[in-house]
């Protein structure tokens, strides 16, 4: 910004015209040479005339010439320099050709003194011109300048009229009167050099005059009152000066500028804090010096204009203050401006850029010049350009947007924009853009948000966004009166798989299991894990109820092939729960829930298949809980009792031993399975003393048998314990207990592990076995098949039994694979001197496949059912009597 451009550019125009100014002077300067030397009279009556009315001709020629702002004020200037040089001729006329003595004061004072008024309103319209508002600080110092100059003219000018006595009133204050003239022009030159704009040469020009007069008059003034003023003297010279200083002021280019309007504030400059200082301490010094003249004559002109100053001071320096701050204030402004990181951009009416901020360009990654005076529109995308051009309709909006801008190298930046319309603001003049590139905060905040929406190992959606899907799923449902699906999917026996495994194959394989069940699904759904092997889907589109069913099983055949991991083939099942929500009737919570339950009871129901809910689950869910309660009672109430299942030779049917199976006989529910309590025994950790119970229960009963004689020593009772146990500290003791309490020998029992509680938390187990094994107990691994352990890891267990599961038994006979699993199993078994137990026969037809394959031990429905102790004693009976019919 270059306030003073205009009138720069306005002097440089006007330079080639001949200085015409110079000429002026020169002239003025040789007439005054000329002057002391010519006699008094031709000199007063000629030369003087002519410098005086050339100083009236050089004010018009200027005028006319420079063509200033408020021509009237120069004109008065004129009028008032043409009313002195006529009352210098009326008085050199009346002199040197009518030889009056021209008294004091007369009617030419009057001419005289008219010049005062008319030079003062003449320089008050150039002051009005140049700075139009109120320049309190200008006016101030204006006045202590004056007040300082004053009380100095009061001191030599105007008190010594006072003082002599020998002169009238009206001469006294005719006298007065000049000096008080020129204090009141001295006080509009000062008031014109400390107010606002620019002092060219012009100035100065007439500033020297009006210092001239002063002079000449303070000279005259004191000559007159001393009785040595004679005409044609030295003081003449200043008077010359004066009026060719006028002419010359007038007739320099620089004139313009007298009444050119100026712009801003004023500078406190240090030379204007210099005179105004200096005239404030004109009072004490005129006391110091009419102190060492011997006596203080204007004390009280001391006092008065000391006081007059102090507040002028006072007035002034509270003015300042603000002053400096506003231009501290200014400064800081302008650096914030300049090293911001924030592109300031000012645009006008139709979005052309008319400032920028030196951080626009880097901001916007464009150069200077590509911003300044193009339109900022073309750098946004089309519908913030729409924008901008609605911001640039409506009047004194302030607002924050959100704005792509299109960098210097093609990419697009996330910019936050304030818009603030000052197109009303005089010192802006257009709406102002401060824009901030966001693209980084954006991208982070992109990536953070995703981080807290995501399952950082599959990348899939996490429990909380499947949740904000669900409930934005029941409300579009709502809406379009469809259900809403969720299916909630768990791998079976994950954990085995992790352990055996490691965690970074177990991270591997979860990785592929997410995707391939990705392949089951349409655009519109969504897979989430929720941790562990836990994964959900969302269904939401068309008939959700068929289709999640459709979904299940798609997926149940997606992990049949099995998983490569590393050198080894891992098989992955997947036990899943179905729930269909309808809007308005079930909550996201709820729905997640049931699919939930659903799921559970997909495990207990076996494993590897689907389960819809329904709400009798849900009951059951309750049920279960209840029987948790009531468990422990059970237990003590000797609600619990032991079934007997005969494990037979395949081929005679004969009894070789029996499996001890719980039930609970529930006073008001009746006999209760075991799949129905001993899930829930098992987490509540209630299995352990039921576990207890049951062995105790089970040697005590087979003991009897043996003391009945309805056993041989070879005999023996399966017990099953739950692996929970089989880690208690307990076990070893409670397996002493059993045994000691009643009398059994320990080779007659069997202690049945799953494959599930051999393989988690191996070592523990791995000791306890050994520690079992070295009582004389046998162990056997139960519902071998269903695992994950492969058959080479049989071995690493101290076994002697293997129980082939049930549902590799349900496979024989017809189905060539189910026969050479079997075989594969009862090889390796007796390889591994292991004897191999089939459960769950059924049929005849599998019996006899079994013997086929070589597995002569079973227990099965085809051979018993479980029976409670006394029909089991009745059936041992009747087979002994059997035996002893038989040869
Ligand atoms: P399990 O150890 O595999 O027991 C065999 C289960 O198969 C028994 O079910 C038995 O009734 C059933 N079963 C036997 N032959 C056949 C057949 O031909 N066809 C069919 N469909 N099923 C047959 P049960 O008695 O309901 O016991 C279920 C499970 O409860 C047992 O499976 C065992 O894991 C657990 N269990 C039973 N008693 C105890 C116990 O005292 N302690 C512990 N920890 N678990 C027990
Ligand atoms: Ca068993
Ligand atoms: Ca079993």
């Known amino acids: ?494 954990k085995m798989v992790n352990d055996s495994l490691g965690h970074p194959s177990g991270d591997d394989l979860l990785i592929a299991v997410a995707a391939r069940l990705l392949t089951t699904l349409k655009s519109g759904d969504t897979l989430a894990r929720f941790g562990g092997d836990e994964f959900a889907v969302l269904l939401e589109d068309g008939d959700v109820a068929h289709a999640a069913e459709a979904v299940a099983q798609r997926m149940q055949d997606a992990l049949r092939e099995p998983f490569r991991v590393g050198e080894e083939d891992v098989p992955v099942h997947v036990s899943i729960g179905i729930a269909v929500g309808r809007a308005g009737v079930d909550t996201p919570s709820g729905l997640l829930r049931n699919a939930d339950l659903a799921m559970y009871v997909a495990k207990r129901n076996g494993k590897a298949r689907f389960e819809r809910f329904v709400p009798e689950m849900h009951e059951q869910a309750i049920r279960r809980l209840e029987v948790a309660s009531e468990l422990r009672g059970a237990i003590d109430n000797g609600q619990l009792v032991v079934f007997y299942q005969p494990i037979v030779a395949v081929a005679t049917g004969l009894t070789l031993g029996a499996e001890a199976l719980v039930r609970w006989n529930h006073p008001s529910r009746g006999l209760i399975p075991p799949n129905d309590f001993i899930p829930v025994a098992e987490t509540t950790g209630l299995v352990i003393p039921l576990g207890r119970w049951v062995l105790d229960e089970a040697c005590r009963q087979t003991r009897a048998w043996q003391q009945a004689g309805l056993v041989d020593d070879a005999f023996y009772i399966s017990v099953n314990l739950s692996a929970r146990h089989l880690r208690d500290t307990s076990v070893v003791d409670d397996v002493v207990h059993a045994l000691d309490t009643s009398g059994m020998t320990a080779s007659a029992l069997l202690i049945e592990v799953t494959e599930t509680g051999l393989v988690e938390d191996l070592d523990p187990a791995g000791t306890v076995l050994h520690d079992l094994k070295a009582l004389g107990v046998r162990l056997a691994i139960d519902d071998f098949g269903t695992g994950y352990s492969s058959l080479g890891r049989l071995g690493t267990f101290p076994l002697d039994v293997v129980k082939i599961d049930k549902s590799f038994i349900d496979r024989l006979g017809g189905h060539a694979d189910g026969d050479a699993m079997v075989r594969a199993v009862v090889d390796l078994s007796h390889t591994l001197g292991m004897m191999t137990v089939a459960e769950g026969v059924e049929d005849p037809d599998q019996a006899r496949a079994l013997s086929r394959l070589g597995c002569s031990v079973a227990q099965g429905f085809l051979f018993a059912r479980p029976m409670p102790a006394d029909d089991m004693t009745g059936a041992l009976e009747l087979e002994g009597l059997k035996l002893v019919a038989q040869p």
Not at 206 to 232: F, K, M, P, R, T
Not at 405 to 412: A, E, H, I, L
Request: with cysteine; glycine share 8%.
């Open 1 to 494: 910004m270059e306030p003073d451009a205009g009138p720069r550019a306005r002097i440089v125009g006007t330079r080639d015209a001949p200085a015409l100014w110079k000429w002026y002077l020169l002239a003025g300067c040789l007439l005054s040479a000329v002057y002391p030397l010519v006699p008094p009279a031709p000199a007063k009556l000629v030369v003087w005339p002519a410098i005086g009315w050339s100083a009236v001709a050089a004010i018009v020629v200027g005028v006319r010439r420079h063509r200033p702002d408020g021509q009237i004020a120069w004109y008065l200037l004129a009028l008032g320099i043409a009313t002195f040089i006529v009352g210098d001729d009326l008085y050199s006329f009346r002199n040197f050709v009518q030889h009056d003595d021209v008294p004091f004061p007369s009617y030419v004072d009057v001419v005289y003194l008219a010049m005062y008024p008319l030079l003062i309103v003449g320089l008050v319209l150039l002051i009005r011109r140049r700075s139009p508002g109120r320049d309190r600080a200008s006016l101030l110092d204006a006045a202590i300048i004056t007040c300082g100059a004053g009380l100095l003219s009061w001191v030599i000018l105007i008190v010594p009229y006072f003082r002599s006595q020998d002169i009238g009133v009206l001469e006294r204050l005719t006298s007065i009167a000049y000096p008080l003239g020129d204090i009141a022009l001295l006080a509009m030159i000062v008031r014109l050099a400390v107010g606002s704009g620019r002092r060219p040469i012009s100035f100065w020009l007439l500033a020297a005059s009006i210092v001239q007069l002063l002079i000449a008059d303070a000279l005259y003034g004191y000559l007159n009152l001393a009785g040595l003023w004679h005409e044609h003297n030295v003081v003449d010279g200043g008077w010359i000066a004066f009026y060719v200083g006028w002419g010359a002021a007038a007739l320099h280019p620089s004139m313009r500028e007298l009444s050119a309007r100026s712009s801003g504030s004023p500078r406190v400059s240090r030379r204007r804090l210099l005179l105004v200082g200096s005239a404030a301490l004109i009072p004490p010094a005129v006391l110091f010096v009419e102190q060492l003249n011997g006596e203080v004559v204007d004390g009280a002109a001391i006092a008065v204009t000391s006081a007059i100053l102090f507040v002028l001071v006072l007035a002034r320096t509270s003015g300042l203050a603000g002053e400096v701050s506003e231009k501290r204030s200014e400064a800081r402004f302008h650096s914030l401006v300049t090293n911001a990181s924030d592109a300031i951009v000012v645009v006008d009416d139709i979005g052309v850029v008319r400032y920028q901020t030196p951080s626009a360009a880097r901001v916007l990654g464009r150069h200077a010049a590509e911003l300044l005076d193009h339109p900022i529109g073309d750098l946004l995308a089309v519908e913030d350009e729409r924008q901008l051009g609605v911001l640039l309709a409506t009047a004194g909006v302030t607002t924050t947007v959100d704005w792509r801008v299109r960098s210097g190298d093609g990419t697009w930046r996330d910019m936050e924009v304030i818009a603030a319309d000052l197109r009303d603001d005089a010192s802006v003049h257009g709406l102002v853009l401060t824009m901030r590139d966001i693209t980084e905060r954006r991208a982070l905040d992109a990536e953070l948000r995703r981080q807290a929406l995501h399952d950082t190992l599959t990348t899939l959606p996490n429990r909380s966004l499947f949740h904000d899907r669900v409930v934005h799923a029941l409300s579009r449902a709502a809406r379009r009166q469809g259900d809403v699906a969720v299916l909630f999917l768990d791998l079976d026996d994950f």
